[in-house]
Nanobody, 122 residues
Framework: QVQLRESGGGLVQPGGSLRLSCLGF????????WTWYRQVPGKQRELVASITNGGSTNYADSVKGRFTISRDNNNSVYLQMNSLKPEDTAMYYC?????????????????WGQGTQVTVSS
């Protein structure tokens, strides 16, 4: 079983910055793709940014040029958020496609973190 734990959310003024982190715990052979999502109450969860094992990135149009996703070799992903706007206020979730190795068998499972709240307000 794998767990994802986010941190770094909080209250920030418009124009400010935050850095979200998500760490994977458990027996992880490889993470194929990390994705950050966000959700506002009453709305669908939306993709914010993703990064593959090879380092390819994808961003929602609303965050291009302001947010940067990165990953390291220690089962962690980060989201640097600059020039934050009130409309960025949401619960942010990390998601990962995790390859697990059990003996000689590999399996891929999708996991979600519990979320971290980001509030942009003056």
């Amino acid at each position: 079983q794998v767990q994802l734990r986010e941190s770094g959310g909080g209250l920030v003024q418009p124009g400010g910055s935050l850095r979200l982190s998500c760490l994977g715990f458990g027996i992880i052979f490889r993470i194929n793709i990390w994705t950050w999502y966000r959700q506002v109450p009453g709305k669908q969860r939306e993709l914010v940014a993703s990064i593959t094992n090879g380092g390819s990135t994808n961003y929602a149009d609303s965050v291009k040029g302001r947010f940067t996703i990165s990953r390291d070799n220690n089962n962690s992903v980060y989201l640097q958020m600059n020039s934050l706007k009130p409309e960025d206020t949401a619960m942010y979730y990390c998601n990962a496609d995790v390859v697990e190795k059990h003996g000689d068998t590999f399996s891929t499972t999708n996991y979600w973190g519990q979320g971290t709240q980001v509030t942009v307000s003056s």
